[in-house]
């Protein structure tokens, strides 16, 4: 397929989407190959992506606006646009300019040129969104028609979203672009590297699966470096995350929690010194506010006990605000009896001020020194791991500096838990704070199966899954 771009007349259209930076790349690549690009944006896109930019990138001049005076040279531009050209690609596609497609709304210089393509020339989308608004049903119906009259579906991949959430929606890079580029102009039936389907033929029956094929040519990849195992070790990874959810049709169609009640914990508690000040530590909830937020969408009933966080309740959960450890035991017993799932997220204190002080305590009275004696807090996990019925399931979490695996299994059994998850403070992708996780699970069947670095809504759909499994 080498040159075969030479000379060909190319449309790349662009739609208002964070992933509008890689069709600067595409724009660039097809320059580069020997193509004449001629760019079209929607008004949107200039949000994302300048007109100066792509007009030296392209070496034509850039339309946006249907009526600018720039692009009026006789006739209907849009019409004489969409014959003189080889193929059309539109990277990334929005769902608001899916919709349109569908619909034939042509209220764009960019949709306009898309509708007026004559049917022998190819028109491909690579859609790009986030994973809810991607599998919302309207998009796929709309996504679903445009595939049934022709118009070649790139499919979105898997990954980390600008929303910071984890799923499909992804512009593919810039090489899963050009192969489907080269191979509709060239007509040939070979299969994309990378994908199950033919261009044009992505399955969006709720039985998609990837294949072990699939799986053992992705990591048949050569390494070479440290960097380059870091990065396999990201892919796979999300590899994983895409198994997992195909193999339950769908983030947003799960059910499998149906029926079930879930109790989860997050966050830090605070234990006061006097009205001031206090004791607390650097849990920021997010990897509780996370499995809360999937298990809902799985189907379960969720209660979400959780400590001072800044974080928005996800939507449809039960949210029950505590401050203390006391308070955290207190509000976790109540509900305890009615869950069939605990998860200990939270980071509870461990101690707590004897006698914490009304009002504030002066540094005039008490001088340079401040002693405070603390106590134990009651410990939540080993409560639970006491009480539980049979039909109950306690999930702890482990955060260790040393020896986590080993401390890991220690806490497992000390607090008779179901299963435990062990990260660790000292990892650049664990622990507190951030939005990655690097865990490792460990079953009361002592099993023990660790994760690469995945983002905690990624390491929440594992753990659910895990659970859910035994």
């Not at 531009?77 to 619909?103: F, V, Y």
């Not at 999300?238 to 959810?245: A, S, V, Y």
Request: aromatic residues 6%; hydrophobic residues 40%.
């Amino acid at each position: 397929m080498e040159n075969m771009l030479k000379g060909k007349n190319i449309i790349v259209g662009i739609t208002g989407s964070i992933a509008a930076y890689k069709s600067q790349l595409l724009v660039r690549e097809l320059v580069k190959e020997g193509a004449n690009v001629n760019v079209i944006i929607t008004p949107s896109a200039e949000k994302f992506v300048t007109r100066l930019t792509l007009e030296n990138l392209s070496r034509n001049p850039v339309i946006v606006e249907m009526f600018s005076e720039s692009v009026q040279s006789g006739g209907a531009w849009h019409i004489h646009k969409s014959h003189e050209c080889n193929l059309m690609i539109i990277a990334p596609c929005s769902a608001t300019t899916l919709g349109k497609l569908a619909n034939g709304i042509c209220d764009t210089s960019l949709v306009a040129v898309a509708t007026a393509l004559p049917n022998e020339i190819p028109l491909l989308i690579a859609p790009a969104m986030d994973s809810t608004m991607w599998l919302n049903p309207a998009t796929q119906k709309n996504v679903k028609f445009l595939d049934e009259i022709g118009v070649v579906i790139i499919p979105p991949e898997e990954g980390d979203l600008s929303s910071g959430f984890t799923g499909p929606g992804r512009l593919p890079e810039l090489n899963v672009l050009m192969d489907y580029i080269k191979i509709v102009l060239s007509e040939k039936k070979a299969r994309i590297p990378g994908y199950t389907k033919k261009p044009g033929k992505f399955d969006f029956s709720q039985n998609a699966k990837i294949t072990d094929e699939d799986i053992e040519n992705a990591v048949e990849k050569p390494l070479l470096s440290i960097d380059e195992r870091i990065e396999n070790d990201k892919w796979n990874a999300e590899l994983e995350l895409t198994k997992m959810k195909q193999d339950f049709s769908g983030i947003s169609k799960v059910d499998f929690l149906k029926g079930k009640t879930i109790l989860i914990s997050a966050g830090p508690t605070i234990e006061k010194i006097d009205d001031v000040r206090f004791i607390s530590n650097f849990s920021s909830g997010k990897m509780g506010f996370a499995l809360a937020k999937i298990a809902h969408e799985l189907g379960a009933d969720v209660i979400l006990v959780s400590g001072p966080v800044s974080i928005q309740t996800p939507e449809g959960i039960k949210r029950i605000d505590v401050e203390s450890a006391d308070e955290m035991y207190d509000s976790i017993m109540n509900e305890f009896y009615k869950c069939d799932i605990a998860i200990m997220a939270a980071a509870v204190a461990d101690y707590t001020p004897i006698n914490p002080y009304k009002g504030k305590l002066k540094k005039t009275v008490v001088g340079e020194k401040l002693t405070v004696e603390l106590q134990s807090t009651n410990d939540i996990l080993s409560t639970l791991g006491t009480d539980k019925r049979e039909d109950q399931t306690v999930v702890g979490f482990a955060l260790e500096s040393i020896d986590e695996i080993e401390n890991g299994w220690k806490k497992m059994k000390a607090k008779n838990c179901d299963m435990m998850v062990v990260n660790t403070i000292n990892k650049p992708k664990s622990g507190f704070r951030g939005d990655e996780n690097t865990i490792t699970i460990l079953k009361k069947d002592g099993t023990q199966e660790s994760f690469p670095p995945m983002s905690k809504t990624a390491c929440s759909l594992v753990i659910l899954k895990r659970i859910i499994e035994d």
